[in-house]
Structures are given as C-alpha cells and as structure tokens.
C-alpha cells in the first residue's frame, strides 16, 4: 500500500495488496475524489467524507462530483476504490509557501550593478 | 477578563444547571461550519483542503439553525472557511441572535469593512466579530501566506468598533512565534479598541498539511509562559484565566473534547474539532456513540499527546471554574488581580 502522498492514481486490487477495511481508511483520510467501484460495475466518483464500521452494515458517505448527496454505499457492495482526483492537502506546506516567498524576494532585488 | 457580565452569566448558569441535571456530558459552544470556502489558504488551516464540489457546497440557514437547537449550547462559533463569504451570512447572525445565542463569528477579516458597509450586521450584546491575528503585521502575513492581509483586517476591526460591534482577536501560534513580538502585539490590538483577545497554541493533526511547525507541549508551556507573566493591565482576554494557566503550565486539565462539537455539511464531527474521525447524523448519536474514552491525553491515544488547544481545554477550565471552590478562587483571583 503506497504512503499518503503517492495515492493519486492509485488502483489497489483488493485481497492481494489491501483489505477493504484498509483501503476505506485511506479513501476516508484522502483530500480529494476517488471513485468507488461497486461489484455490480456501477461506480461512483466523489468525496468519500464518512464511514462507519460500528453498525450491524458497515458503510460509507460520500458527496458525488456534482456535490449531491449524501450517497450511502455499504461495504459489502464495494468491489474497490481508485483514487481518481488530485490530493488537495499535497504540496501546500507552509516551508513550500516560505521557499516560494524566498524566491520572489531574491527575483525581485535587483542585481549589483557592475562596477 | 473581558468578557460582559450577562455573557459569564449566561454560561455559569448554564454549566450549573447542567451539573444539578446529571449531565455528565455537555456542550459549551457550537462550532458551526457552514462553509468549507475560504479567501486565504493559510499553511497551519486543515479546513479548506477539499475537492472543488465540497468548497462550493455550504449548508442551509434551516440546517444551522437546526444543529444550534439540537446542540442547545449558550455560545455559537461559526469558523469556516470564512463566514463572511457564506452568502446567507446576514440572516444566519439574525436567526442566531433571536435565539439569544452569543455568536462568535471567526473571520479573517478580508470581507468584513465591506460587509459592515452594506449593513449585513447589526450590533448587538449577542454578536462578537472574532478576528483571525496571528501576530504582528510580518508575522501574521507570514501565518496567512499572504501579504497584506493583516492591515485589511485591522481596517475591518476599526469600521466594526466605530460602529459599536463587540469585537475580539483569536491567536494561533506556531513554533517559532516570538514572546515579544506578541506582547506588542497586545498593545497594538488593545489600542484598536478590541473587547478581548484570544490565544490558542497550534496542533498538528494528520489533515493541516503543515505538521512541521506545530507547537509541542513543554515548548509551549515556556512560550505562553514568556508571553503572559506579568501581563500588563490594558491586555484583556475574551477567554478563562484557568485555561491561560494551562497553557503556561500552571494548571492541569484532562481533554474535554464533547464542550466544543462541531457540526457541518458533513454532519457532526468526531471526535472534536481537529480530528476529524468520522461523523454522526445527529448531535444525540455524537454524544451516545463516540468512544470518548479514546481521546484526550490519559487515553494514550498519540494524536492527543501533546494536545493544548482551545476546543479541547476550554470547556474543561471553565467547568473547573464553575464546578469547583478551588476553580472559582484561581479564576476569581485572577480576574481581579490581573495576574496569571
Ligand atoms: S483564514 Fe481561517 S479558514 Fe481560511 S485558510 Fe486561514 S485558517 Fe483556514
Ligand atoms: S486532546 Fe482533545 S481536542 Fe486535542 S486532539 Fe485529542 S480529542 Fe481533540
């Protein structure tokens, strides 16, 4: 299973590198759209906000691509879930901001003359 | 202390009621998040990495309204993303004042002079605009990535004194925040006029993308404790003494992650306002189902560990304070004496 950063575009197959309960873990902690692929084929892609293993049927919530929902799948009609959109928590760091900060300072100091 | 008196007593009654009722578990205030959409993208803000259909989403006045009925806490704060760019901002306040809730509402203050302008607001004992300053000009810029910022907000706070809004300052600080640079700070956002301040430390959770610069505890204890001994006696703080002491080690406090929950578009949120571990359908099943018992700092739960923030500690000092002799001195001395 890849770390965090290296999700997007993932497509685990489950059983023989993730179990289901995992790979709903990492969909729930993903800032950005993955498409869930139930085992009829039908699949839905969006924001995977909740899940709940806590009940008698396991489940979880998601907002569709078009923000509609709340859209209820159980876990026993998942086959599996691709991390299909972009991770909206990557690459926004604050030493990022303090490096792209940097440089536009020292882009913007003109150079020394010559003498 | 700043806080008026019909508000301290609003919560006091409130906390005691409660207790004489059994309520072993109880909010203080709502966090409402009616929006996930922000103007800024500040490095240490976990709230606003989401998909685009999520940012555009926000939730109905009638479901604010409905969650701050079934929550019943006195006090309402309403963080986002920015409130002020809620697009029902107006009437949500309105429906919130009539129900005599204090409302706290969290901007960063780009939208606010603007918005007072266009008379989206009316002052009132009720409403409080609770200001995003994280410091200084350069060390509030620095906070929010964005250059600026910090004189557009103090323009805001001016128009909303001049009109007589209650107004106050909440402070997030991060590793590397500077002692002295925030007790100038103080000074220049007491002489603004301001109500009270509030200040919070920081804390990494797994969803705010900067984790390096979140402050751990004994750091932080140091740092506050530089910060507000021998506080001078214009500072005031819109928040209880007893939790400042926490924050400079001088108090104790066990998590009390239910006395601050938090609702959105996603439902209310588990277990408190940084973890985000799932959500409930209604603020009953939070309260009944959530494993309370696996958060806080005695649970061993490592994402707790060094947990010293405002939605977790303030609800327990201010039951100390109104549960207990001992609490009611430390907070009374406090109050009158000025000391911390
Ligand atoms: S202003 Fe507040 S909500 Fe907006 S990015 Fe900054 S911390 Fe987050
Ligand atoms: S200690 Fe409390 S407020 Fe802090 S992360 Fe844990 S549950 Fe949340």
Same mark, same amino acid.
């Given at each position: 299973?890849? +770390? ?60 569709? +691509? ?34 792209? +900060? ?14 | ?24 578990? *109880? ?177 990494? *959770?797994?969803?705010?993308? %900067? ?40 108090? %104790? ?76 001195? %430390? ?10």
């Amino acid at each position: 299973m890849p +770390k965090e950063a290296a999700l997007e575009g993932f497509t685990p197959q489950i059983g023989t590198e993730v179990t289901l309960e995992q790979l709903v873990e990492r969909a729930f902690d993903y800032r950005g759209n993955v498409t869930v692929i139930r085992r009829d084929g039908s699949s839905v892609e969006g924001y995977l906000f909740n899940r709940n293993r806590d009940v008698a049927d396991p489940f979880v919530e998601m907002f569709d +691509k078009d923000g509609h929902g709340p859209l209820t799948i159980l876990y026993g009609d998942i086959r599996t879930i691709r991390f299909t959109g972009k991770d909206t928590a990557a690459g926004n760091s604050y030493a990022a901001w303090l490096r792209a +900060k940097e440089a536009a300072k020292k882009a913007s100091v003109p150079p020394a003359a010559d003498a | 202390m700043s806080v008026p008196f019909s508000q301290m007593w609003t919560v006091a009654s409130y906390v005691v009621t409660q207790r004489l009722r059994g309520r072993r578990r *109880y909010p203080l205030v709502l966090q409402l998040e009616p929006l996930f959409r922000c103007n800024l993208a500040c490095a240490g803000c976990g709230k606003i990495q989401y998909p685009a259909q999520i940012l555009r989403k926000h939730l109905a006045v009638e479901q604010c309204v409905a969650a701050v009925e079934e929550c019943g806490a006195p006090m309402v704060a309403i963080p986002g993303g920015e409130p002020l760019m809620y697009p029902e901002i107006g009437r949500l306040v309105r429906e919130l004042v009539a129900r005599k809730r204090y409302v706290y509402l969290c901007t960063n203050a780009i939208l606010l002079k603007e918005k007072l302008q266009e008379d989206v607001f009316v002052p009132s004992k009720f409403l409080s605009f609770s200001v995003h300053m994280d410091g200084v000009r350069e060390d509030h810029d620095e906070a929010v990535c964005r250059d600026g910022v910090f004189d557009q907000a103090v323009e805001g706070i001016r128009e909303a004194v001049r009109r007589g809004f209650r107004v106050t300052t909440n402070s997030t600080l991060f590793d590397g925040a500077d002692p002295l640079r925030m007790r100038r700070f103080f000074d220049e956002m007491m002489a603004l006029g301001v109500e009270g301040m509030m200040v919070s430390p920081g804390y990494s *959770y797994s969803k705010a993308p %900067d984790q390096e610069h979140f402050l751990r505890r004994q750091r932080a204890h140091e740092l506050f404790s530089q910060m507000l001994s021998s506080p001078k006696r214009q500072w005031r703080f819109n928040q209880s003494p007893l939790f400042l002491q926490f924050l400079m080690g001088k108090q %104790d406090f066990e998590c009390t992650p239910w006395g601050i929950p938090t609702y959105n578009m996603f439902g209310w949120q588990r277990p408190c306002y940084l973890l985000q571990e799932g959500y409930a359908k209604t603020f009953a099943e939070l309260m009944e189902t959530t494993k309370w018992d696996h958060y806080g700092r005695r649970s061993g739960n490592d994402k707790c560990r060094d947990c010293m923030v405002h939605c977790g500690y303030e609800p327990s000092a201010v039951n100390h304070t109104f549960t207990s002799w001992r609490g009611l001195r %430390d907070a009374a001395v406090a109050t009158l004496t000025g000391r911390l």
